[in-house]
Nanobody, 122 residues
Framework: QVQLVESGGGLVQAGGSLRLSCAAS????????MGWLRQAPGKEREVVAF????????RYLDSVKGRFTISRDNAKNTVYLQMNSLKPEDTAIYYC???????????????WGQGTQVTVSS
């Protein structure tokens, strides 16, 4: 069992930055692939960024490439999402998620955090 707790969301002006963190419980964090996903009102959930167990495979949603950076620290059981040059269309609830087998191409993750709200004002 893995429990995930996100933090770092908030209200920011367009062009600003936020850093999301996701702390995981348990001793097996390093065996899970991790994803950051988001869902805006009235829109489908989408994968924003993905990082494999060893950080060897990283993927981004096209619309965030060059602005967002995902990273993980397996010693601290934490995954991060650095978000720069934020746009109003980045407004959503952001979730971190963990799965042993997801290669980043699926929305199917075994464990989910509760989500953190990111609001970007214009």
């Amino acid at each position: 069992q893995v429990q995930l707790v996100e933090s770092g969301g908030g209200l920011v002006q367009a062009g600003g930055s936020l850093r999301l963190s996701c702390a995981a419980s348990g001793r097996t964090f390093g065996s899970y692939h991790m994803g950051w996903l988001r869902q805006a009102p009235g829109k489908e959930r989408e994968v924003v960024a993905f990082i494999s167990r060893s950080s060897g495979n990283i993927r981004y949603l096209d619309s965030v490439k060059g602005r967002f950076t995902i990273s993980r620290d397996n010693a601290k059981n934490t995954v991060y999402l650095q978000m720069n040059s934020l746009k109003p269309e980045d407004t959503a609830i952001y979730y971190c998620a963990a799965d042993r087998f997801n290669d980043g191409s699926s929305l199917l993750y075994q464990y989910w955090g509760q989500g953190t709200q990111v609001t970007v004002s214009s």
